[in-house]
């Protein structure tokens, strides 16, 4: 998969604990990427990354936080998780902003 | 919202025939891409496709696109039964900075 890794790939979680999603490259490309999928709405953005320290909020960023201090690592923090964030959460990198993007094997979140 | 939207959901077809499906958009892009998605796992990159692009052939795709109708659509000739998957097209847009919008995807199963 493009030496881009997820951890951890299956997580079930209470409402209301914080949660942190690690994604992982070793292609050293510069954009990165956090979708999340559900059905009937496809992917949709939450963050992204075109830098170290360098984010931008997506369509769906709201609950969510992102870092990035390194640029294989880019961590999404659901601050305070809620049952409307059980997801499949997928990261991507990407070269240039423009170009493919390779996506991870995703997490499946549950939040109870 | 910019985000694609795939036609149809659903899609059956016979082994040997060929499948065609249809992404139209609402905003203008750079460029536009379409992904295929195995059950269970990440997004694949298949093809990308500019703006000052018509149609574009990899393999037995075939992509074409619109820009006047805000519209693509992907063409699977000589299909297999591997090639059941869901696939989705993604669009940049000319303001959007360096995010893309997925659509919801057509299901394609294709019966040995």
């Known amino acids: 998969d493009a030496g881009i890794t997820q951890s951890p790939r299956h997580k079930v979680t209470e409402t209301g604990t914080p949660v942190t999603l690690r994604c992982h490259q070793t292609e050293n490309h510069r954009y990165m990427y956090w979708y999340r999928q559900d059905p009937g709405h496809g992917l949709r953005l939450i963050h992204y990354s075109y830098g170290v320290k360098d984010t931008d909020k997506g369509e769906v960023s709201d609950g969510y936080s992102v870092s990035r201090s390194k640029t294989e690592d880019f961590l999404l923090t659901l601050e305070s998780a809620t049952s409307s964030q059980t997801s499949v959460y997928f990261c991507a990198i990407s070269e240039s902003g423009y170009n493919e993007q390779f996506f991870g094997p995703g997490t499946r979140l549950t939040v109870l | 919202s910019q985000q694609g939207e795939e036609d149809p959901q659903a899609l059956s077809i016979q082994e040997g025939e060929n499948a065609t499906m249809n992404c139209s958009y609402k905003?203008?892009?750079?460029?536009l891409q379409w992904y295929r998605q195995n059950s269970g796992r990440g997004l694949v990159h298949l093809i990308l496709i500019r703006s000052n692009e018509r149609e574009k052939h990899s393999g037995r795709l075939r992509v074409t696109l619109d820009t006047s109708k805000k519209s693509s659509s992907l063409l699977i000739t000589a299909s297999r039964a591997a090639d059941t998957a869901s696939y989705f097209c993604a669009t940049d847009g000319l303001r959007s900075g360096n995010q893309f919008y997925f659509g919801t995807g057509t299901s394609l199963t294709v019966i040995p």
């Open positions: 905003t203008s892009i750079n460029n």
